[in-house]
């Protein structure tokens, strides 16, 4: 049988790929930058092509390169579960469990949240990690996260996804907003005064896909870069916005009092899920804490 590449030669591959640096990538894996060097060469020498081109200002990957470091993260990302699969036959529901969240979900749940995990999970250390919906995916293909909470309908590329809770869209406008406040459904709103989140936020999306408008009618300055800024900017009637149910009953609404908060007829709506890798071995952890996101987002709602 020939000679297989060793999981610590892909592991200095990926993590070269990431810092395009020898040194920074030799001091990320605890080794030497000749160690590190070494092993990268000797994987080239196994795979029978160059992988990485180098010279004095730059180092890149080649096309070759780049599809062994795609395949190297899911064989790193089973081998981490494998590990992970001797602790939970031994001791299940122990340990550390690395959550990522979403912006437009996190700040509503996380209180309730870590209240629970702390009552069915006392032996479970849980770290969250907040980014948005296409970098927490990517971190839980690569081995980072243990599992995600996001909002649907978003690409979970074959990972394995379960409902949390599905929940509407509400118009929330300035109390002073005759015009968003007569109107029932969303052919009736003036969609040119619609305030949407950057680019990134999968509740952008969400709203564009029910919303018959284009992009060019969304002046630059009314997109805002978190929920509170784009509550911020309907308070000071600069437009109205579409929030999930979640935010809507919080205190950053209902202690509000220019805003206005109303149902939109056949509007959007979304689905958070709770989504892991499907070779995942922490199955009861991923049981439990889809039980206690239901019941939270229940309580929430």
């Known amino acids: 049988m020939a000679a297989l590449p060793s999981l610590r030669q892909l592991s200095y591959l990926v993590t070269l790929s990431e810092t395009l640096h020898f040194t920074e990538a030799a001091r990320r894996s605890f080794v030497t930058q000749s160690t590190l060097s070494g092993g990268i060469m000797e994987l080239e020498r196994l795979l029978g092509g160059v992988l990485v081109e180098r010279d004095r200002q730059n180092v890149r990957l080649t096309p070759l390169g780049e ?5 190297a993260r899911v064989l790193l990302a089973d081998a981490q ?33 870590l209240d629970e995990v702390h009552k069915q999970l006392p032996k479970i250390q849980l770290h969250l990690h907040e980014a948005q919906s296409e970098k927490i995916v990517e971190k839980l293909e690569h081995g980072n996260l243990d599992m995600v909470l996001l909002a649907l ?3 979970t590329r074959g990972l394995k996804v379960a409902e949390v809770a599905r929940e509407s869209l509400y118009l929330v406008c300035n109390k ?32 564009l896909s029910a919303c018959p408008i284009g ?5 630059h300055r009314l ?35 220019e805003l206005s908060v109303k149902p939109i007829e056949a509007g959007p709506s979304r689905t958070l899920a709770l989504v892991t890798r499907k070779s995942t071995p922490l199955q009861s952890e ?13 309580d929430l709602r």
């Open 286 to 298: 991923f049981d439990v804490l889809l039980q206690i996101l239901q019941k939270v987002t229940q």
């Open 153 to 155: 309908p978003f690409d």
């Open 215 to 219: 992009e060019r009618k969304n002046d």
């Open 223 to 257: 997109k805002a870069s978190s929920l509170p800024t784009l509550v911020e900017m309907v308070s000071a009637n600069l437009g109205f916005t579409l929030l999930p149910a979640i935010a809507v009953h919080t205190t950053m609404i209902k202690a509000n009092p």
């Open 176 to 207: 002073t907003d005759q015009h968003a406040l007569n109107a029932n459904s969303l052919d009736q709103l003036d969609l040119s005064r619609l305030m949407l989140l950057e680019e990134g936020h999968c509740l952008r999306d969400h709203t």
């Open 67 to 71: 599809q062994v470091v795609a395949r």
């Open 81 to 113: 579960d494998l590990m992970r699969l001797s602790r939970e036959m031994s001791e299940p529901l122990t340990g550390d469990l690395h959550l990522g969240i979403i912006p437009t979900i996190a700040p509503f749940i996380l209180a309730q949240l």
